[in-house]
């Protein structure tokens, strides 16, 4: 009988509009799990992390453009091999981070990078300022791409980085996945000069 009018004093507590106490306990852990989010999106570091990854969100779609024109430009097969792998893995990239920015709950937006409009416009300096067919614009491509590959290794081991402090772990997953393939990159860009590429160079008149 006790049973019974424990849960009927249950029962009518639902039914008279009084939440059960569980149902309470739960509506509080989700509002105190919203001002946390708040309070954590108007942190400065927040902040940061977030147009740092704008930033880099904007440099990722503008290489896969300077990575067409290197391509085309290159003298060896082997460096426009290269440079095409590295086009479709950085589109890989630009999805990657889109991934990122929905964990975090943020909108995937662009924000001007001086620093790699900067870094792609050397690049097609160098075009303009070596010989096509030549060793040495191989030589030079190479110097080039490895200078984007150091700002993103710079940017992304950064980025890992922020989000394993703040928590959001399974962002710092996906940007330490895309540090590793960079730095395999810019590894890769340097076995490509060293093995042949610079020493042709070097007989070039």
Do not use: W
């Not at 402090?165 to 000069?193: P, S």
């Amino acid at each position: 009988m006790a049973t019974k009018t424990s849960e009927n004093k249950n029962n009518a507590g639902t039914e008279n509009g009084t939440a059960p106490t569980s149902a309470v306990k739960n509506t509080t852990a989700v509002d105190n799990a919203k001002v946390d989010g708040n309070e954590m999106k108007s942190a400065p570091l927040y902040k940061f992390f977030v147009s740092a990854l704008k930033d880099i969100y904007f440099a990722e779609n503008a290489i896969i453009d300077a990575l067409e024109k290197m391509q085309e430009a290159a003298t060896t097969e082997e460096l426009k091999e290269a440079f095409e792998d590295h086009q479709l893995q950085t589109k890989k990239h630009v999805s990657r981070l889109e991934k990122v920015f929905r964990l975090i709950d943020e909108t995937p937006e662009q924000k001007e990078c001086k620093a790699i409009k900067g870094i792609i416009e050397e690049g097609e300096e160098i075009i303009k300022s070596t010989e096509e067919g030549s060793m040495t614009r191989d030589a030079a491509l190479i110097i080039a791409a490895q200078k984007v590959e150091h700002y993103e290794i710079a940017t992304y081991g950064g980025l890992a980085q922020l989000a394993i402090t703040m928590g959001h772990d399974k962002a710092a997953d996906l940007l330490e996945k895309t540090l590793q393939e960079e730095e395999d990159t810019d590894y890769n860009l340097t076995e490509i000069a060293e093995t042949y590429i610079n020493f042709d160079a070097e007989q070039e008149d």
